[in-house]
């Protein structure tokens, strides 16, 4: 309890870190969002009274802790650009970035774990080297790349699917899963690259020590040592990254959502901050953020519960 104690604390903490920088970052980049409000009728008059009334001549401090608490009483503020509810904005966004990670997890792990085992079973063999040398090219992939080169393979040259042409949740669920494979796939696939490789290494050096050896002196059979024994630890490490995998995809899949046309957060985002939007802007910041946070804390909980040794430390 005092582990997870701990780490809530320090997710707490860290989310008031991310959130006061983010806020302060904003004030210190050029642009203007009552310039952007008022377009092309931005006199300075009009500009002034905007910024008045909205709290922009307050101190940056002081706005920051009139936003923290509204967003605390469950107020994300008003859309300066939409002139709407910003949780209005958002509700619709997060079910399509938290379906597309946590498809593109499934596949990472679907991909990875067989794979892993198999190479590792099968180490110096010609399939081990033909996945190893996959693998050292898949790795190379930033996701953006990964979504452009399936874009042209899977949807214009086979036409598994119509690039751009995105089905909405509320319209075909199977519609909707369908059109989200493939982003989720190019989100997946450097990390199952690099899941695979990892947990490759880990089960071959698991299997070198003594315990396996006593183990296979017993009588077990091969299979029966691996997953009985070598694999509760080898997994150990592989947890690690594949939390730590999570939390990177969350983050990416703004980027992928840019390339597969996905009105998700990551879209909304980029557009906010576009036209200085600051209360949606942070208000998917902190969506994400807690995405991550909560995710890195559950693999850390889960870490300490695997490992007794982090529980100590």
Not at 47 to 73: S, T
Not at 193 to 204: D, N, Q, T
Request: charged share 15%; glycine share 8%; aromatic share 10%.
């Amino acid at each position: 309890m005092r582990y997870a104690g701990k780490k809530m604390i320090t997710m707490f903490l860290t989310l008031f870190a991310v959130t006061l920088f983010v806020f302060l970052a904003f004030h210190v980049i050029s642009g203007d969002p009552a310039t952007s409000m008022l377009g092309t009728q931005a006199t300075p008059e009009r500009v002034e009274a905007l910024r008045e009334e909205m709290g922009l001549n307050d101190p940056v401090l002081v706005q920051y802790g009139r936003w923290a608490l509204n967003f605390l009483k469950g107020d994300m503020g008003t859309s300066y650009s939409y002139r709407m509810p910003v949780s209005e904005m958002i509700a619709g966004k997060i079910p399509v970035t938290l379906t597309m990670t946590i498809m593109a997890f499934l596949l990472m792990v679907v991909i990875s774990v067989p794979l892993g085992i198999y190479t590792a079973r099968h180490a110096g063999g010609v399939v081990d080297r033909v996945i190893y040398m996959i693998n050292q090219v898949i790795m190379a992939f930033p996701p953006f790349f990964a979504g452009i080169l399936i874009t042209l393979i899977f949807g214009r040259i086979f036409k598994l699917f119509t690039p751009g042409g995105y089905i909405s949740y509320e319209k075909s669920i199977t519609g909707f899963i369908g059109y989200l494979f493939f982003p989720s796939l190019a989100i997946a696939l450097p990390k199952a690259a690099m899941a695979v490789k990892l947990l490759r290494s880990s089960v071959i050096s698991e299997s070198k020590l003594d315990y396996v050896r006593t183990a296979y002196s017993r009588g077990n059979r091969t299979g029966d040592v691996l997953y009985k024994h070598v694999l509760k630890n080898a997994l150990i490490p592989v947890i690690t990254f594949l939390g730590m995998a999570l939390a990177d995809m969350i983050a990416g899949s703004i980027i992928i959502e840019q390339v597969f046309s996905i009105p998700g957060l990551g879209r909304i985002l980029l557009t906010s901050i576009s036209n200085r939007d600051y209360p949606v802007v942070m208000a998917v910041i902190v969506c994400i953020a807690v995405l991550v946070l909560v995710v890195n804390m559950i693999v850390d909980i889960i870490y300490g519960l695997v490992d007794p040794r982090i529980s100590v430390e």
